[in-house]
């Protein structure tokens, strides 16, 4: 079983920046797939970013794309999203996901077996 911790979130200004921390435990982070989601109210959950188990490569949506990146810490067993230069749109509880298996579109939510609850990020105008 695997466990996920976000932290980070918080309210920001237009044009801040804010990284958000997942917190793996029962699997090592080296071991997953990860990927970010978000989702505002009355939106469907969204697409933001995710990492590959193998290879580690890293996949943006169009959206966040030169702002955000995301990354592993193996030390820390932590994967990070760094969000630069956000915008009002940005707002949104941002959620963590992990699969154990190969995940063949890291962009489908329905490929991930494990979830955070989430953390809330307010971007203000």
């Known amino acids: 079983q695997v466990q996920l911790v976000e932290s980070g979130g918080g309210l920001v200004q237009a044009g801040g920046s804010l990284r958000l921390s997942c917190a793996a435990s029962g699997r090592t982070v080296r071991s997953l797939t990860l990927g970010w989601f978000r989702q505002a109210p009355g939106n469907e959950r969204e697409f933001v970013s995710g990492i590959s188990r193998s290879g580690a490569g890293t996949v943006y949506a169009d959206s966040v794309k030169g702002r955000f990146t995301v990354s592993r810490d193996n030390a820390q067993n932590t994967v990070y999203l760094q969000m630069d230069s956000l915008k009002p749109e940005d707002t949104a509880v941002y959620f963590c996901?992990?699969?154990?298996?190969?995940?063949?579109?890291?962009?489908?939510?329905?490929?991930?077996?494990?979830w955070g609850r989430g953390t809330q990020v307010t971007v203000s105008s």
């Open positions: 996901a992990a699969d154990l298996a190969f995940v063949s579109d890291l962009r489908v939510a329905k490929e991930y077996d494990y």
